[in-house]
């Protein structure tokens, strides 16, 4: 049995708009998306079976409360993978998932276990697929999902907009990260019904694009901001807490939730600061990670 192990890097949102709903339900949304060096480690196992038996997709996680069946986008994207491109074939599929990356946590880590089992598979079976074709067929599996497969092939910062797949190369953020997750799970759809477009203060997106393209930290800075936390602060009032507090230390910055939340990340220039509020913010989350944007 072949198999092969790949990283599967978590994402933080230094900005996040909404632009509005979709006729099919869906939200438009327009945002900055930056990988960073918080990773599951997603292991494909793969053989071919003779003709004429099941097809098998199996596996398991560190983490007993993660099923690894249908509903794991990582179970989905293999057998997305088998219908597209091996529809005439059957397999033992083995996928094992060593998760470090927060789950329920707005930094994709589902999605980026399913991107790298989609790229896994597609070396294990020498596919040669170009990047673009792979990136479009994992929008089906999930909006986050062609973003972390960026980052599979070396991509780590884009703008995302449309439903989030229509993504574009954006220069990523060097900087410090420490990310926080107080002990909630935050649906999305949750968030995403709860949201209020009316009145809202929008990010300038456009200007974060330019900032990071320019280096010009100040104006990258000046641009963070995720218009999701009108809905997820309220929500859920730990995360707020999370926020205050991070930002309290003075250390950062900047201090902004990710995706839906309910995670919270603090931006350093400084590792000293970053590592200060890093062992604060440990005390009150176990899930808190000192990390580096991936650039």
């Known amino acids: 049995m072949n198999e092969i192990t790949l990283k599967a890097y978590a994402k933080i949102n230094l900005s996040l708009d909404v632009l509005g709903k979709l006729p099919n339900g869906y939200h438009e949304v327009k945002m900055v998306m930056q990988q960073i060096d918080l990773y599951d480690l997603v292991t494909v196992a793969c053989e071919e079976l003779p003709e004429g038996s099941d097809m098998v997709i199996r596996g398991g996680t560190s983490r007993g409360d993660l099923p690894m069946?249908?509903?794991?986008?990582?179970?989905?994207?293999?057998?997305?993978?088998?219908?597209?491109?091996?529809?005439?074939?059957?397999?033992?599929?083995?996928?094992?998932?060593?998760?470090?990356?927060?789950?329920?946590?707005?930094?994709?880590?589902?999605?980026?276990?399913?991107?790298?089992?989609?790229?896994?598979?597609a070396k294990l079976w020498n596919l040669?697929?170009?990047?673009?074709?792979?990136?479009?067929?994992?929008?089906?599996?999930?909006?986050?999902?062609?973003?972390?497969?960026?980052?599979?092939?070396?991509?780590?910062?884009?703008?995302?907009?449309?439903?989030?797949?229509?993504?574009?190369?954006?220069?990523?953020?060097?900087?410090?990260?420490?990310?926080?997750?107080?002990p909630v799970n935050v649906p999305t759809k949750d968030v995403y019904g709860n949201l209020?477009?009316?009145?809202?203060?929008?990010?300038?997106?456009?200007?974060?694009?330019?900032?990071?393209?320019?280096?010009?930290?100040?104006?990258?800075?000046d641009s963070m901001g995720n218009v999701l936390e009108t809905a997820t602060l309220p929500l859920y009032p730990v995360v707020e807490l999370t926020k205050q507090a991070m930002k309290d230390l003075d250390l950062a910055n900047?201090?902004?939730m990710s995706g839906s939340g309910p995670t919270v990340f603090g931006v350093f220039m400084n590792k000293k600061k970053a590592q200060s509020t890093y062992l604060w913010m440990k005390q009150m989350h176990k899930e808190t990670f000192m990390v580096r944007t991936l650039v």
């Open 128 to 182: 040669n697929v170009p990047a673009e074709e792979l990136a479009a067929l994992s929008g089906r599996v999930g909006s986050d999902v062609p973003f972390c497969l960026m980052g599979q092939e070396g991509q780590y910062c884009a703008l995302a907009t449309g439903t989030g797949t229509e993504l574009a190369p954006v220069t990523p953020l060097d900087a410090w990260i420490v990310v926080s997750k107080p």
């Open 196 to 221: 209020k477009l009316d009145g809202l203060t929008h990010p300038d997106v456009d200007q974060m694009v330019r900032g990071l393209n320019t280096y010009n930290l100040p104006m990258v800075l």
């Open 254 to 256: 900047a201090v902004l």
């Open 69 to 121: 069946d249908e509903t794991n986008i990582a179970y989905k994207a293999a057998m997305l993978m088998r219908e597209t491109y091996r529809p005439d074939k059957n397999y033992d599929i083995v996928i094992t998932l060593q998760k470090r990356i927060p789950m329920a946590a707005g930094l994709a880590g589902g999605s980026a276990d399913g991107a790298a089992v989609m790229r896994a598979l």
